[in-house]
């Protein structure tokens, strides 16, 4: 069964600094193009960071970021360890809500990965972040 599971969220402080694990099972994360989605309370989920796999794409289109996260989130991947993360820096209330890990074998660029949700294959089951003090 091919799983993902989040891990790391939490409550912390507005300026605060968060990592969200996720690993991935049944399957090797680093053949699959991977993001972060977030979905706020009362608001559609959106895509918050994607990559691709590591080789695929131009180097402009191969990681994406929403623009409210720029500069504070950055995605990364540990393949040893099968499992992708999310840092957080600079939190603020507004990054409050329900983070997804995701992954998709569409050969596409992040952006559009990001953006269109039906493309995903694999869902995690959402870990909570709140950004409050």
């Known amino acids: 069964q091919l799983q993902l599971m989040e891990f790391g969220g939490g409550l912390v402080q507005p300026g605060g600094s968060l990592r969200l694990s996720c690993a991935a099972s049944?399957?090797?994360?680093?053949?699959?193009?991977v993001g972060w989605f977030r979905q706020a309370p009362g608001k559609e989920r959106e895509g918050v960071a994607c990559?691709?796999?590591?080789?695929?794409?131009?180097?402009?289109?191969?990681?994406y970021y929403v623009e409210s996260v720029k500069g504070r989130f950055t995605l990364s991947r540990d393949n040893t360890a099968n499992t992708m993360y999310l840092l957080m820096t600079s939190l603020k209330p507004e990054d409050t809500g329900v983070y997804y890990c995701?992954?998709?074998?569409?050969?596409?660029?992040?952006?559009?990965?990001?953006?269109?949700?039906?493309?995903?294959?694999?869902w995690g089951q959402g870990t909570q972040v709140t950004v409050s003090s």
């Open positions: 995701a992954a998709t074998h569409l050969l596409t660029t992040a952006r559009t990965i990001c953006t269109t949700e039906s493309f995903i294959d694999i």
């Open positions: 049944g399957f090797t994360l680093d053949s699959y193009n």
């Open positions: 990559s691709l796999i590591a080789g695929v794409g131009s180097s402009e289109g191969n990681t």
